[in-house]
């Protein structure tokens, strides 16, 4: 199968997020670049919703680059807080960024609530040029809830807390294939191939 595209540049500069997509990725014969490889700057994410940051940095790293790009905007969001921290997941305890104090300031937030359920969620935007008329989305979502105390040595971000209801175990006590599979990310990247796929039929 041939992809419309031998070279993509992922707009993120998380590293942990890079991981996920390029191992997600590999099968497609597709040569992944991190923006930061390209001196690409952190886009701006002014908007309320994921999908409008996603195609907001999407965009500035295809204009930075001439390169098709693949952005990710994805948080965790807690019923009880309303959805928060959302899409001020990666800053919810502000600057400079802090996935320890982000998740004190998640477990302080939930102290007195016993509704602990949450989900991780996740938009893909992809843009063949920073234009692109029809750019290619694709969402998925991670039911859990959120525990008192972290587990688990492994991933990013708010994962220590995050427990998948299936499994019995934290985002960061799950082997790195086994995640990649049922996260958020791996939802949202599999009906984003699948598109890339009918692209290229």
Known sequence: MTMPFQKLV???????????????LAPLSIEVLPQSALNVPEAEEPFVTFVENALAKARH???????PALADDSGICVNALQGAPGVYSAR????????QR?????????DSLHDRHAYYYCVMVLVRHADDPQPLIAEGAWQGEILT???????????PLFL???TGQTAAELP??????????????????????????
């Open 10 to 24: 992922i707009a993120s500069g998380n590293q942990g997020k890079l991981k996920e997509i390029q191992a997600l």
């Open 61 to 67: 790293a295809s204009r930075h680059t001439g390169l």
């Open 92 to 99: 919810y305890a502000g600057e400079p960024k802090s996935d």
């Open 102 to 110: 982000n998740n004190d300031k998640l477990l302080q937030s939930l």
């Open 149 to 159: 105390t972290a587990r688990g040595e492994g991933g990013f971000g708010y994962d």
């Open 164 to 166: 998948d209801a299936k």
């Open 176 to 201: 790195a294939e086994i995640k990649n599979r049922i996260s958020h990310r791996g939802h949202a990247l599999t009906k984003l191939v699948q598109q890339l796929e009918r692209l290229a039929l």
